[in-house]
Nanobody
Framework: QVQLVESGGGLVQAGGSLRLSCTAS????????MGWFRQASGKEREFVAA????????AYSDSVRGRFTISRDNAKNTVNLQMNSLKPEDTAVYYC???????????????WGQGAQVTVSS
């Protein structure tokens, strides 16, 4: 089992920045990729970004590329999502997830955090 705990959500004005962190514990050696997903009210959960634990591979959705950066700290088993130039449409609950295969597909991620609310006011 892998446990994931997110932190760092909150309220920010449009154009501002927030940093989300996700700390993994348990059998983290079974996970190859860490991803961030988000779900806005009334919408389906969508892929945001992913980062390999073992290589430099990263992936971003078109809507956040150039504004968000996913990074890792292997020593702390933590993956961060730096979110800059935030827009009201970025408002959502953000989830981190751990998977064993490189993918943007939610169903290939085995473990999920509890979610962190990000609200961007206009």
């Amino acid at each position: 089992q892998v446990q994931l705990v997110e932190s760092g959500g909150g309220l920010v004005q449009a154009g501002g920045s927030l940093r989300l962190s996700c700390t993994a514990s348990g059998r983290t050696g079974s996970s190859y990729v860490m991803g961030w997903f988000r779900q806005a009210s009334g919408k389906e959960r969508e892929f945001v970004a992913a980062r390999s634990w073992t290589t430099s591979s990263t992936a971003y959705s078109d809507s956040v590329r150039g504004r968000f950066t996913i990074s890792r700290d292997n020593a702390k088993n933590t993956v961060n999502l730096q979110m800059n130039s935030l827009k009201p449409e970025d408002t959502a609950v953000y989830y981190c997830a751990a998977g064993s295969s490189w993918s943007r597909a939610q169903n290939l991620y085995n473990y999920w955090g509890q979610g962190a609310q990000v609200t961007v006011s206009s």
